[in-house]
């Protein structure tokens, strides 16, 4: 290559401008498609001109829908140049119209001029549509589908609803209390179309403080969908399983070690009043008074005793009263000996039985 054929090379690349409106790079045909969905009216047109600014600001187009590059009809090269990127952007404006919308501009030549008729036409807030939006948005459920197709059907009608109902920008103190309301009634819908297999994740999600956005909703339901694809057990539900688990058994350990130390603590007492272990002297409910509430621990032997005693109360009264009587006791070589006791002898007897009872 010599010095010459260098030097025009470097002059021809000088005198591209990359960042020049005009410019049209390989890519930019008119086949391609800017943005994956079409207008069909004044229910998404909103959102379709949001997505269309955003794609022509990306190539370096805006500018030919805000009247910002004119064409320059004294430069016949620059007329030729705007006349083409123009063409490239009307192509991507009717390629993201719907069908019968199509047809009615496809015979116009300025970028300008349909962007601003379809912005005059479909720029209506009309009631009817307003309704339609707000009523599937009250009726979405998931009904079994995917969550994330849910998911992404519940978010475009609330961009679509938004859109429509879209409000000044408020400046004032009462912004955030009007967002946080906002997204709170967006929570409130996403969880209340949710499946009854996430009725544990809204349980989770609705005891959280404070309450989160839609999207981290959203990724909390996600990760308890891919668990039980995988066959995990819900997070939320063995989360609060092994919480209680845990409780019981601390719980329990705390209960076992009171009860040993307790026992071990009353087995080194003992009365000084009645040489008993279990309690000290201060402590003695003889010497202090019985509590209300207080139980004898061998309440049942008492009970027994007490019915023994009716019982031979009942039978020593069958006795004819005589100044003598006989009893037969069982000895301990299995032999049977006849004692005899005095009457005298025999109060004694249920005087002292009685009172081993009422110590006891």
Not at 27 to 54: A, H, P, Q, Y
Not at 139 to 150: A, D, G, I, K, R
Not at 175 to 183: E, I, L, P, R, W
Request: charged share 20%.
């Amino acid at each position: 290559m010599t010095g010459s054929e260098s030097g025009s090379g470097s002059k021809a690349s000088e005198s591209i401008n990359y960042g020049d409106p005009l410019f049209i790079h390989p890519s930019d045909n008119t086949l391609i498609t800017v943005i994956n969905f079409k207008l069909t009216g004044t229910e998404n047109l909103r959102v379709w001109r949001s997505s269309m600014t955003r794609s022509l600001r990306a190539t370096n187009k805006l500018g030919f829908v805000e009247v910002k590059v004119t064409k320059d009809s004294s430069d016949e090269l620059q007329s030729l140049k705007w006349e083409r990127a123009n063409a490239v952007v009307c192509s991507w404006i009717l390629g993201s119209l719907y069908e019968s919308i199509y047809s009615s501009h496809a015979c116009s030549d300025s970028a300008k001029d349909i962007w601003d008729e379809l912005f005059e036409t479909y720029n209506k807030e009309d009631g009817f549509v307003i309704f339609n939006i707000h009523q599937r948005i009250n009726s979405l459920s998931q009904n079994e589908t995917s969550l994330s197709e849910y998911f992404n059907k519940h978010d475009t009608l609330l961009k679509e609803f938004d859109g429509l109902t879209s409000l000044t920008e408020c400046t004032c103190e009462a912004v955030a209390t009007f967002n946080d309301h906002s997204k709170l009634m967006k929570l409130m819908q996403f969880l209340s179309g949710l499946d009854e297999s996430f009725s544990q994740v809204k349980s989770h999600i609705l005891l959280m403080d404070p309450l989160p956005n839609v999207n981290t909703a959203f990724s909390i339901a996600f990760r308890e969908e891919s668990n039980q694809k995988n066959g995990f057990i819900s997070s939320s539900s063995s989360v609060s399983k092994n919480q209680s688990y845990a409780f019981n058994g601390r719980f329990n350990d705390i209960k076992i070690q009171n009860n040993s130390s307790n026992k071990g603590r009353n087995q080194n007492l003992q009365c000084k009043n009645y040489g008993l272990k279990g309690h000290s002297i201060e402590r003695c409910y003889k010497l202090i008074g019985y509590p209300k509430d207080f139980k004898f621990r061998s309440e049942a032997n008492n009970d027994n005793m007490k019915s023994q005693n009716k019982s031979f109360t009942s039978n020593s009264s069958s006795v004819p009263s005589s100044s003598s009587f006989s009893s037969s006791v069982v000895s301990d070589t299995g032999g049977s000996n006849a004692h005899y006791f005095t009457s005298e002898q025999y109060s004694k007897l249920l005087s002292l039985i009685n009172e081993k009872s009422s110590i006891s």
